[in-house]
């Protein structure tokens, strides 16, 4: 894929969403926070559903810690994996508390200190909360860049590296959430919805009548 075809991929996915951000619900970056980690391995419905009552009861670091593990894990307990992920946003809070005055860090290195906080995590915080032009490749990133052509890789960091090269500046803000929406709705893993794709003509991946 070229420079122009790649400018008028992200030109179109522009057109289908203006201004797109996560489907996660949340009023800080301390709540988004929170709700990126519960994400892992589970749905952004499953985690709103969970984080509504959870916010409600406790939205700071300090009132998280106060919930303690056993009622933290009442309002989570419908997501996967919520033993680990409690522990560590337990964790979490308290470093928060101690090393960064109960504040979301803007680097990633501090972020990336955090229990539960991995490279995603960080980029969707750097980009979502914070502003800065970062690419969080989840499974549906990899797959759309993948099938596409747009960023071809192996690994997660190959197709990160290789989103962040051919980008133009003038998407990176955006293109996290647009490269997520459309695996999410229309590049879809088992069945992709080829014919009502945007981006069809400039996809490297056979559609359905030829596949």
């Known amino acids: 894929m070229d420079s ?57 670091p300090q009132a998280i810690l106060e919930l303690g593990d056993t009622r933290l894990k009442a309002y989570i307990r419908t997501i996967g994996l919520y033993n680990a992920k409690a522990a560590n946003i337990l964790k979490t809070c308290a470093l928060l508390l101690e090393q960064h005055g109960g504040e979301v860090p803007s680097n990633r290195a501090a972020l990336e200190a955090l229990p539960g906080v991995g490279r995603k995590t960080a980029n969707v915080m750097l980009n979502t909360a914070f502003g800065k032009p970062t690419i969080a490749v989840d499974t549906h990133i990899f797959r759309v860049a993948n099938r596409t052509g747009l960023a071809s890789g192996k690994t997660v960091r190959e197709v990160e590296e290789g989103l962040l090269a051919v980008t133009p500046e003038e998407f990176k803000l955006s293109a996290h959430h647009w490269l997520i929406l459309h695996g999410r709705y229309v590049c879809t893993a088992r069945k992709p919805h080829c014919l009502a794709c945007p981006i069809r003509d400039l996809c490297a991946y056979p559609p359905p009548e030829t596949s």
């Open 4 to 60: 122009a075809q790649i400018h008028q991929l992200f030109s179109r996915l522009q057109a289908t969403c203006p201004k797109p951000t996560t489907e996660l619900r949340y009023h800080s970056p301390f709540e988004l926070l929170i709700a990126v980690i519960l994400s892992a391995q589970a749905t952004d419905k499953k985690v709103n559903e969970a984080t509504e009552l959870l916010f409600q009861a406790a939205c700071t």
